[in-house]
């Protein structure tokens, strides 16, 4: 592990890209992640083209679609019913970008001759992976070599290459081949969190059916063994030869491949370039027998336009995506870069066809199998809701999709109604081998439903609600009422037994309270939703009343629950206990615990874990985040203060919490040391693992770091408030969040902060506890930044949180 | 399932053995079981000599040895550190028993041809297998055939079979052939009660070495692919011809067997007889080198007494047995022949090498992976202690064998010092792949220092003691220490955590009633143990204190553990909870519950189960009958009361504890409803899942039942008592104790009690809470069985106890 890098070195680094000057074997793995280009349906690991075998086992050129998996049975030696059947896995689907070159037989291989120059640059602004290598082969021959490479946002389905070759001093035939390598493979992972690979089948997982080479267009179409869907990749080629000259054109093609190869005479000083369309087409968003005919026509629009204009597409659709996404930085390089970075991350790995959402390692890597929890949710939609809404809107209804298998997973669980989201996923059955850290977190439904809520009451999208989201929160709210009831020990509160909260630590417990607090919020806000949409749009209620088979009575025994609802408070401690029995474990000594133990699991038995007060992540204190305006400042410190001791951020979605509630409570020093774990930490490979795959989860956590704590943004009731103060490794920054339809800008400074109303016509929003009313275009307010607000010591509480 | 018979049918049943009238294809899985042979070492599932090709799946006609097993590696999809890593499964070795005999190429079928008489005999009192069957074939062709099989309880690496031909009407030629099958794979059941099975490879696990064929000995030396144990098993055959003659013998052998084929000229009314030899001998026992001779002079040895003398060693082994553990019950035939086929099929399947234990299933049946738990210890073991102490004291230290790998367990498991013995093992290595209900399970430790404890109590084996007990009881003290801690929420009481109680319905749990009274049980003797053994055996108490590197303040440490043992009691209930957070879930509904909803995990996700108050089996129950001396009448009957409404028995071991404790607590005919479920469970087939093996530790807890239950049978502190009554259903019951080296006959009429002192000088015991003191061979006292003692009503509660 790696600190993270953010208070030093802060010239010489582009805040809108991410470079890479030498050629390191060693950091390749590592590399390949952070240039993975992706655009939510397709993601390719920043690999090289030319596939030097030099790498060894330091590559996993892999090429994904989100959403596009085999499945394989989870076979238990000690079977149980109801345990999850199935394991899904997102597989490695043929390499695109596959480009080689040979002067006379001479490989171009920069495992061999001379680098002169390389360089490399991930561009977030362009949405771009830029090579140059300056290269002497061992005889002499030198050219100039350059790529670059674009994953289409604006053309879903495919990604463009362009590959330019520049002979310096050679004079001969070059042959150059461009290959679909269709030899794929699933690797089986031994490391228990980058894992479920370690569910994945070992091996070659798609079939060839059928392989298509005309002249210029080379298809593969392939299908999955068991989950039975089908893929069509392809490609199209085409030369600029400038003063070259072709001398041959081929299509070879091997039992798993297709490839085309020309071969042409150059002189020194010519200049060819080989620009290559690559398409994927799968069965799970067209039928299967069009996909060759859809995989040929998008190729054939794409040269259509030319690699020049698909490049000013990106362009153009990330220059409004920054416009609206942007956190600008004042005075801390490292940060902006880091954030941009993060942002761009999302952005290429969320799903946006309604049936696939954001996987824990994005489209950058096989971890987690590929599969979407809760962080989706709860860590990456925060970000996608108020930069770009209609993303975080198709990530709900992928949530809708499931529902017909949620359904029939809550029959497997013995519920009699509603639907039990899985914990993991990817086309909606439960694929949790482990259901203690898995099916347990029933607080999936809450979480999901906290995001229809917030979604909801951030863009007024009525037409959603009434479409899909109503009847996810009605039919999960269910779920609640069976699995808890009403404890005369407890003073017949609404308990709720045998679940696991966030924090998976400590596991099947009762009264977990995050989880209580977050189903009260489900229940109550389910409730108000049946009554209001029975007012509002009562053809609709009764669709959706039909669909669920809802009860007249049921509403009713939902806020019943909720009111009486079991939120643990321990008066001895003055805490939220996490659970019933949470208080009275051992506590772990964590400061006698050497680095080398963390993470525990990789180290200790779950049962020894599960003996001791110690926290993987933000629990309780994440409860208090979510549902900030349930408690008071003290309850939310007196939690901070007990948990953070006991809490080992073993999780990737740890630090960004505990620096939200660093900010709310006053340890401005704390909320700036858990971001700095979170905003560089695939940049700065800060937990080791980010080889195999960002951390989408601490990206969005990132960007609530700096929204939700920096600026103290919450939207509690569907009205906007901040409390923004400045980092004193800041200079100033600035974001924009879109708002029932407006967007408005947040400027902050040393000396004041300006609310300007870029977007739209009117927004009442609180700054601290003033209201601010902001009416016309461009309308602005400026306040002064408070002195005391640049204070930042351990112990120092921001004084209006008092 | 079938009730269980025991009170009707009381005529015609031969109370020393089972027999079978008929030949019945689809019962024949179940009588495979009821009909196995063993001897602790051995064990052939009764099936018949000639392996019928008609019974297709009605056949499990499996061969084992006990503790020798294949390994497999545990896979998990989402794996975690310390998760057990070895599966180990009893293997089916080959199949010696193999005789076929076909009369001029006519085969003798069962499933052609006329059956003119069919019976089988399974003698408890001899320990054989008697077949006779009266045949016409389809050609009209009459034999009467006989059989009689035989497994050494003295040569314990061998059986022997007698196989008789007599022609009624047919003269020509009998080709008689005698094999060892080698030709033996193992089987993957995907059923979770007999399961690990589920765990076993599938398919051949046993690869051939050497193949030895002479005139009359064949052999096949074999070793498993991954454990590497070798197995030498080989066969003789000798033939008695009378009149007919021998026109050819000859040796056969298939890639995987070997055989003796015999062509033997006969006349109608010519009667010839093939005596057969069979040995195992295996690297678990002998050098493997010697593998081959040594089964060479066994079977030498055997064929030099010859199959009489074998009949006769049989038969004075087992006189010798019953002398000493019979109980005769007077006026229930059911239930006679229930308690003597259990303590016959203990008899048999019991290990007393010292290395191997007694298995769920004993050694007849792969179910549960021929695995020892717990029930060898708590339900099996006491019989022994009773009966025959010497094979208790071989159970025992098969557990001083396995010390090493618990030692090895015990550090993956975080524990810097101590044992911990695994879940369920054959070798000494933890196989359980579900750890709430196997690793978890803590309590073994404490269950088997019980045992130990109750042995030395009960034999006074001092040398057994220094030489194992000792350091099992120490080492595995320690581990308390580890997952124990004080805490100040609980008057600084000693609490354990995250443990799982013997009811496995409820996992993962903090204060396990049953853990913590058995953990203070286990502290309080090891302290003892510590400063007894280092007043009279000081030289040894060193050995022991180098050994396991025990400091001087640790059983004064353990001693206050014990004192301070948190034993949860419920005020408002006046019961022990099961555990801290057991009282505040729902309970289930189970006269709700269908029947066909049992057992419950075959109907519903673990999760369910879990958030209920529902037992699986006796738990808080039991430790008030282990530990019954630190409890009051008044608290046994509440939690008696309490747990018995909320208990599904849907684990074996469950009916017999209840029995006893209903006895106590004066519930007479709970006490004996709970005993008929339990004393002819497999005999009747009461769970339906008797073919795939007998329920061992339901044999040794009908055993209890009787002894502990009905004649209230204690040895608190190492004095015995006793507080007898009389079911109802009998008119006399009887039986014998061993007991510091002495022999005590107790006889209950219904008019008297009379304690006998067969063997030993002198007994002191309470009857009732009456003193009796024995003295001198033959000495008897004679006391009224009160006549309330009979009645027996389910809410009459015991006078004497109230």
């Known amino acids: 592990m790696s600190p993270a890098k953010t208070d030093d070195q802060k010239s010489s680094i582009d805040v809108w890209q991410l470079s890479e000057e030498k050629f390191e074997v060693e950091e390749n793995l590592l590399r390949e992640t952070l240039f993975s280009l992706g655009n939510g349906h397709l993601g390719l690991r920043g690999a090289h083209e030319e596939r030097f075998r030099g790498f060894s086992n330091n590559t996993n050129d892999h090429t994904f679609i989100n959403g596009f998996y085999e499945s394989s049975l989870i076979h238990y030696t000690e079977t149980a019913y109801g345990m999850a059947k199935e394991h899904q896995f997102m597989l490695n689907v043929p390499n695109g970008k596959c480009i080689t070159f040979a002067a006379d037989k001479e490989n171009f291989d920069l495992f061999k001759g001379t680098i002169n120059h390389y360089d490399r640059k991930f561009d977030f602004q ?111 080629n085409s030369l600029y030869l400038g003063n070259a000259k072709l001398i041959e054109k081929d299509s070879a093609s091997s039992s798993e491949s297709v490839e085309q190869v020309f071969k042409i005479e150059v002189k020194a000083g010519d200049t060819i370039r080989l620009t290559k369309f690559v398409c994927y087409i799968t069965s799970r968003d067209y039928p299967e027998a069009e996909l060759l005919d859809r995989a040929k026509s998008t190729l054939a629009a794409a040269r259509k336009s030319g690699f020049a204009i698909l490049c000013e597409e990106q362009e153009s659709y990330l220059n409004e995506f920054w416009k609206r996404a942007d956190i600008e930085i004042g005075g801390n390089d490292l940060v902006q870069q880091g954030l941009r970075f993060n942002q761009f991350h999302l952005l290429q790995s969320v799903g946006r066809d309604g049936h696939t959402s954001i996987a824990a390692k994005g489209l950058t890597g096989e971890g987690y199998g590929g599969h979407y929890f809760w962080d989706a949710e709860s860590y990456a939609l925060p970000f996608f809701l108020y930069s770009k809404p209609e993303i975080a809107r198709k990530m709900l209804e992928y949530r809708y999709s499931c529902l017909g298998e949620s359904r029939k997973r809550a029959r497997e669980m013995s519920h009699p109604k509603g639907a039990l989201f899985a914990w993991r996923t990817i086309g909606g059955e439960e694929c949790s081998a482990y259901y203690p850290a898995g099916t347990a977190q029933y607080h999936i439904i809450a979480d999901i439903t906290y995001a229809i809520k917030h979604y909801f009451e951030a863009t007024e999208d009525e037409e959603f609600l009434v479409k899909y989201g109503a009847e996810i929160v009605l039919d999960t709210a269910r779920i609640w009422m069976d699995i808890g009831h009403y404890e005369p020990r407890k003073n017949n509160a609404f308990c709720i037994d045998m679940v696991t909260g966030p ?34 749009s009562p053809t609709d209620f009764e669709r959706i009343k039909d669909t669920i088979e809802l009860t007249d009575d049921e509403p009713e025994k939902w806020l019943k629950a909720a009111e009486k609802m079991y939120l643990p408070f321990d008066e001895q401690l003055a805490i939220h206990p996490q659970d019933d029995t949470f208080l009275s474990k051992k506590k772990w000594d964590l400061k006698a615990t050497p680095p080398q133990l963390f993470p525990l699991p990789l180290h200790h038995h779950y049962l020894v874990i599960y003996r001791y007060q110690v926290c993987k992540q933000a629990d309780t204190v994440l409860a208090t ?149 902001l009416k016309g275009a461009n309308a602005s307010q400026t306040f002064p930044t408070k002195a005391q607000e640049l204070a930042s010591t351990a112990s120092t509480k921001r004084k209006d949180d008092a």
């Open 625 to 773: 985040f979510l549902l900030g305006d349930k408690f008071t400042m003290k309850e939310k410190k007196q939690d901070y203060d007990y948990y953070e001791t006991i809490t080992t951020h073993d999780s990737s979605l740890s630090h960004c919490t505990y620096s939200i509630m660093a900010s709310e409570v006053g340890y401005l020093d704390k909320a700036y040391h858990y971001f700095t774990q979170s905003v560089r930490m695939d940049l700065d490979n800060v937990h080791g693992s980010s080889s195999y795959g960002v951390h989408i989860a601490a990206m969005g956590g990132t960007w609530m770091a700096v929204i939700n704590g920096f600026a103290g943004m919450r939207a509690y009731g569907g009205k906007l408030q901040f409390a923004p103060y400045m980092p004193t490794a800041w200079d100033s920054y600035k974001f924009k969040l879109s708002f029932k339809g407006q967007l408005l800008e947040i400027a902050v400074g040393k000396e004041e902060v300006k609310y300007t109303l870029i977007e739209g016509d009117a927004l009442t929003f609180n700054h601290h506890k003033i209201e601010v009313k």
């Open 503 to 536: 924090d998976e630590y400590t596991v099947l417990v009762d009264n977990n309270f995050y989880t209580n607090a977050m189903a009260q919020m489900h229940l109550k806000f389910a409730a108000e939703l049946a009554k209001k949409l029975k007012a509002s």
């Open 126 to 236: 362009k949405g771009s992976l830029l090579r140059k290598v300056d290269w002497t082969s061992e005889a002499g021959k030198q050219f100039v070599v350059k790529s670059k490479r674009v994953v289409s946002f604006t053309r879903p389905d495919m990604f463009a290459l362009e590959y330019e070759i520049k002979s310096v001093n050679f004079t001969g035939i070059i042959t150059l081949r461009s290959a679909l390598d269709g030899r794929v493979e699933d690797e089986e992972s031994g490391e228990p969190r980058y894992g479920p690979a370690v569910g994945a089948v070992q091996g070659v997982n798609l079939i060839l059916l059928e392989k298509k080479q005309t002249e210029d267009f080379s298809a593969l179409l392939h299908q999955t063994k068991r989950s039975k869907l089908s893929l069509a990749s392809a490609q199209e």
